[in-house]
């Protein structure tokens, strides 16, 4: 004779059992580039604390979403500071990396301080992530 789960117990083998089957299959993880996960967290570790990639959604700095190719300085509804917005230049992936580098050296006067930048290997992982973010 089979002895009888309690009610909670088997409640708690069917949550188990659902959580299990919502979980991404590892072939859904084999169809990610590699570089995908890197580059996400390079950007969680080094710009989601002031900025987003969601359209509409600034925080203590602009959104990132589109930021290629949109003139520095210009996102509606953000207040930049005068110097970035009088830069008169267009963000490309070479921009940006070098102000997530340097950023005093592309925009003297910025207001991202106190932070100082990053290597020039984490800036390109996260070019590549507000690219693909923003399509």
Known sequence: ????????TWLRAIAVAGALTSLPSA???AQQPAGDAAAQ???????RTCHSVKEGDNRLGPN???IVGRKAGSLPNYNYSSSMKEAGFN????KLTRFMVKPDEI????KMQPYGGISVDEAGKIV???QAASQ
């Open 27 to 29: 072939s859904s993880f």
């Open 41 to 47: 967290q390079a950007f969680n570790n080094s710009c």
């Open 128 to 130: 590549a992530y507000l």
């Open 107 to 110: 925009v003297s006067g910025n």
């Open 1 to 8: 004779m089979q002895p009888r789960l309690q009610t909670s």
């Open 91 to 94: 963000w490309d992936q070479d």
């Open 64 to 66: 990132l979403n589109n």
